[in-house]
T-cell receptor, first 113, second 115 residues
Framework: AQSVTQLGSHVSVSEGALVLLRCNYS??????LFWYVQYPNQGLQLLLK??????LVKGINGFEAEFKKSETSFHLTKPSAHMSDAAEYFC???????????FGKGNQVVVIP | DTAVSQTPKYLVTQMGNDKSIKCEQN?????MYWYKQDSKKFLKIMFS???????INETVPNRFSPKSPDKAHLNLHINSLELGDSAVYFC??????????????FGQGTRLTVV
């Protein structure tokens, strides 16, 4: 079974500052990792995904994440936060032969002007 | 065009009632899902269908019954609604891939409130 852990449910960041959201995974098979964003009262939108190609993955809206097998991590970063980045962010994992997504508890990002 | 659409977006109902949520996807995917998001925003899979066949059924009360008339539709019927069923229910779809590396596309969610 696969699982992910996201620490710190609420993350406050100043506008223009670095956004860093941590995700650690547990998987008995090579994992496939995803970051999704959820804006208020909306569904989930894919930011980026890791599928065993490049370990540094670039996504939409200036976000990127790096897969580190030795640390079992897939942290999400954005160099400069924008007010429009305020949302809920979810890390998720699936495994080979299994399209089931296991989600972390999410991080609510608040951007301070 | 909305890729994954759910109706209704909001649903307020009394305990004990029976209600349905409908989902349709126009992406040509062959796998569809229902996820439940609780009040703490935690997302958990409930069901998954592949080409109209049930392939994932998590430990969901049997008051919840999914139905897939064709691979573009996956409806969720809930009998005898309880207060604890209040949540946001998301439909999603993906292209079946034995590798497991395809992302899911989500609908806008149905906020169910049981009073």
């Amino acid at each position: 079974a696969q699982s992910v852990t996201q620490l710190g449910s609420h993350v406050s960041v100043s506008e223009g500052a670095l956004v860093l959201l941590r995700c650690n995974y547990s998987s008995s098979v090579p994992p496939y990792l995803f970051w999704y964003v959820q804006y208020p009262n909306q569904g989930l939108q894919l930011l980026l995904k890791y599928t065993s190609a490049a370990t540094l993955v670039k996504g939409i809206n200036g976000f990127e994440a790096e897969f580190k097998k030795s640390e079992t991590s897939f942290h999400l970063t954005k160099p400069s936060a924008h007010m429009s980045d305020a949302a809920e962010y979810f890390c998720a994992v699936s495994g080979y032969g299994n399209n089931r997504l296991a989600f972390g508890k999410g991080n609510q990002v608040v951007v301070i002007p | 065009d909305t890729a994954v659409s759910q109706t209704p977006k909001y649903l307020v109902t009394q305990m004990g009632n029976d209600k349905s949520i409908k989902c349709e996807q126009n992406l040509g995917h062959d796998t569809m899902y229902w996820y439940k998001q609780d009040s703490k925003k935690f997302l958990k899979i409930m069901f998954s269908y592949n080409n109209k066949e049930l392939i994932i059924n998590e430990t969901v009360p049997n008051r919840f019954s999914p139905k897939s008339p064709d691979k573009a539709h996956l409806n969720l019927h809930i009998n005898s609604l309880e207060l604890g069923d209040s949540a946001v229910y998301f439909c999603a779809s993906s292209q079946e891939n034995r590798g497991g590396n395809t992302e899911a596309f989500f609908g806008q969610g149905t906020r169910l409130t049981v009073v």
